[in-house]
Nanobody, 118 residues
Framework: QVQLEESGGGLVQAGGSLRLSCTTS????????LGWFRQAPGKERVFVAG????????HYADSVKGRFTISRDNTKNMVHLQMNSLKPEDPAVYFC???????????WGQGTQVTVSS
């Protein structure tokens, strides 16, 4: 069973930073590819950041390139999303997601809310 738990959301001023974390089991961490999505009110859930299988290269949505960084902590089975220079368009529920190889992401955490005040 794949379980993902996000943490680190909250309220931050525009221009500020937050770091989101996703915790999972060791088996999930080593078997699945983890990434981050977000969903703003009234909008579809969209990809934010992830790792490409095999090459392990990071990739990002254009809207967050240069501001967000995804990373892994192999000792703690965690994936982080460092979000800098947060903008008014960044508020959303952020989800950790897992996929096997190149198939679609199929497993989701419960989400963590990010709010940006202007």
């Amino acid at each position: 069973q794949v379980q993902l738990e996000e943490s680190g959301g909250g309220l931050v001023q525009a221009g500020g930073s937050l770091r989101l974390s996703c915790t999972t089991s060791a088996s999930t961490f080593t078997t699945y590819n983890l990434g981050w999505f977000r969903q703003a009110p009234g909008k579809e859930r969209v990809f934010v950041a992830g790792f490409l299988p095999i090459t392990d290269t990071t990739h990002y949505a254009d809207s967050v390139k240069g501001r967000f960084t995804i990373s892994r902590d192999n000792t703690k089975n965690m994936v982080h999303l460092q979000m800098n220079s947060l903008k008014p368009e960044d508020p959303a529920v952020y989800f950790c997601a897992a996929r096997y190889g190149l198939v679609e992401y199929a497993y989701w955490g419960q989400g963590t809310q990010v709010t940006v005040s202007s």
